[in-house]
């Protein structure tokens, strides 16, 4: 006859075979369950106490990520990319703070069938480059904002007229 499950208990722990695991409340309720396809975690939360957080080899589904009250959420992937899709829309939101998006090389934004809107009461196009004054024109403070046929932006001390096609490098 073959032993097909085990459970010793010991001051070395507790150690179970078999074909699957369950752990139920007093109530009944699956708590926890485990077998060689999946394990199940019924609890309400799940909460990861590691300082290093939790750590998925592979994709994550969850309705809910959230971070305890006063503590920052951080979902990062040191060495590969990180996505997040959604068939219906992903949105990001701060209630009452700001969203930061920081990269080291190009930060694209795209629409593949619609629009990208910027809706605030000032934008700001910091560090654009400015293409060569007219020397025949008046130096004002105001400017225009320019774009090149390759999608750069520039800009041109303004004048009576667009200065835009103003010969530049800009563009090139």
Known sequence: MQLKELLSAGSHGVHTRGKMLE?????????????????????ERLRVMGAEGAVFSNSVETPHVRAEPFKELRLESPTRALYMEAPKGVQIQAEAGDIQATCRSDL?????????????????????????????????????????????????????????????????
Request: glycine share 10%; net charge positive.
């Open 23 to 43: 752990v139920k409340s007093s109530t009944g309720k699956l708590l926890f369950s485990a077998d060689d396809h999946e394990v199940v975690v019924g609890a």
């Open 108 to 172: 694209r934004l795209e629409s593949k069938d619609g629009e990208i809107t910027l809706d605030a009461r000032r934008i700001k196009l910091l560090r654009l480059p400015e293409g060569k004054a007219s020397p025949t024109g008046t130096r004002q403070t105001v400017y225009e904002v320019c774009v090149c046929p390759n999608g750069k932006l520039f800009l041109s001390q303004a004048g009576t007229g667009s200065t835009c096609q103003i010969s530049n490098n800009v563009c090139l």
